[in-house]
């Protein structure tokens, strides 16, 4: 069964420094389950058949009633010139959803849809840049090879004082990140300080279309093999494999796989993720009502079990995230280092409607292989390294050598 991870619109948990200006604003993400998506003609057929308006008609609401405080909003309204139907449409179906008061029930319009399927396609509009707070200032980490950001001349360190010549004093960075995301071909100018310059700088970048790679590998020159899983998207599974082609060629001393800030994805590709390292059994449950239970198991491939692995989290570490630190973590194959992290139990099934919009629903929830119910809780690290202020603007990463450190500590006593 083929499942997406959803995303939820709160932080827990202060982020890391990162975040994708191609990204919309930086969001979690909640279990889904893409197989509703193909939502077949008979089920469409019994929202609208005599027996669904029979339900309607016993119930003690009378229905009129929603047209009533329609035709009373158009008629009322002080800026009544202003409104538009589509928004009170869509408003309303957002109200329904919303009703069921479970911040992961939700509906969205077509253009928002779009922005999630693209969001899990790893393909965006925007300028491509990593960006971060840096003492309290919206900051460039990284420009992306190759992307509208680097061509423009944007330059790792960069301080952004302005977007389109507002202020970001102020802003947090996911607000930073929605005024520089935009659609291809339109230009955002970026006000920047840059130490090698005596007066600030514009640089007018034309977005783009970017299209970000979730899995980055790096083989340390202590011979530590590190995967940095930004989220379990399209491309996750193909990059990993070829990760895991380099790691059996190189046998490297151990692996750290960053997790940290990843707010989920697909879920299978979660599991598929697990199967590197569990051999067999389930690596997630799902408790569906009336106590009916799916279990997921590992594929039997293991092929990185004999490695010693540190999975590194914290309070971005959602979902799917939390399904294989939490696996692995079940079956022994991994030390956790790293912060608590975010707590997302709940599995949506995803629904696309006719016009293009999608609604998300709260179907289930999920557990660990022994039975760990991981809801607002998250899981705590056998290692928790936190990961402060001052280390962020110091670029130091304290949790990144705790895993080092205990890989090479392994490495050492197996040595003896």
């Known amino acids: 069964m083929n499942k997406i991870t959803e995303q939820i619109s709160s932080v827990k ?13 930086i969001s979690f993400v909640a279990g889904l389950s893409l197989s509703a998506n193909k939502q077949d003609k008979s089920e469409q057929q019994i929202a609208y058949s005599p027996e669904a308006r029979s339900i309607q008609n016993a119930s003690s609401f009378n229905f009129n009633l929603y047209w009533e405080v329609w035709n009373r909003l158009k008629s009322d309204y002080v800026d009544k010139n202003l409104i538009k139907d589509e928004d009170m449409f869509y408003g309303s179906l957002r109200g329904l959803a919303s009703s069921m008061e479970d911040p992961y029930t939700i509906f969205m319009d077509p253009a928002e849809a779009k922005e999630f399927a693209d969001d899990l396609s790893g393909t965006f509009e925007g300028i491509g840049a990593e960006v971060g707070m840096r003492d309290d200032i919206v900051t460039v ?29 102020g802003l947090s960075i996911d607000q930073a990140v929605k005024k520089i995301r935009g659609p291809k ?68 001393k151990g692996i750290v796989l960053d997790l940290r800030n990843n707010p989920g994805g697909y879920l299978d590709t979660a599991i598929a993720m697990a199967s590197a390292w569990v051999k067999e059994g ?20 293991n092929s990185l079990g004999q490695f010693k692995t540190v999975i590194l989290i914290n309070g971005g570490s959602a979902s799917a995230s939390e399904i294989v630190a939490g696996a692995l973590r079940d079956y022994h194959k991994a030390s956790l280092v790293g912060e608590q992290s975010y707590g997302k139990g709940s599995v949506q099934s995803l629904r696309d409607l006719s016009d293009g919009s999608t609604l ?27 990961l402060n202020k001052e280390d962020v603007d110091n670029e130091r990463d304290p949790q990144m050598e705790k895993a080092v450190e205990l890989i090479l500590k392994k490495d050492t006593n197996n040595k003896k």
Request: net charge negative; charged share 30%; proline share 4%.
């Open 185 to 252: 071909d339109t230009e955002v100018k970026l006000t920047i300080i840059r130490e090698s310059e005596d007066k600030p700088l514009d640089i007018t970048i034309t977005r783009g279309l970017i299209v970000v790679k979730s899995v980055k590998t790096n083989l340390r020159k202590d011979g530590i093999f590190v995967i940095t899983v930004s989220n379990f998207n399209d491309d996750t599974m193909d990059l990993f494999n070829t990760a895991i082609k380099e790691i059996l060629t190189k046998n490297p």
């Open 141 to 169: 980490i990284a420009p992306l090879s190759g992307m509208p950001a680097e061509k423009a001349g944007l330059r790792s360190g960069d301080k952004i004082y302005a977007i389109d010549d507002v202020s970001t004093l």
């Open 282 to 301: 389930p690596v997630v449950v799902e408790q569906f009502g009336e106590g009916r239970r799916e279990e997921y198991f590992a594929n039997g491939n």
């Open 360 to 386: 998300k629903v709260t179907v289930a929830k999920w557990l660990t292989p022994a039975g760990d119910f991981i809801d607002e809780k998250g899981i705590i690290p056998e290692y928790e390294v936190k």
């Open 13 to 25: 948990k202060t982020r890391m420094w990162l975040a994708v200006v191609a990204l919309m604003a």
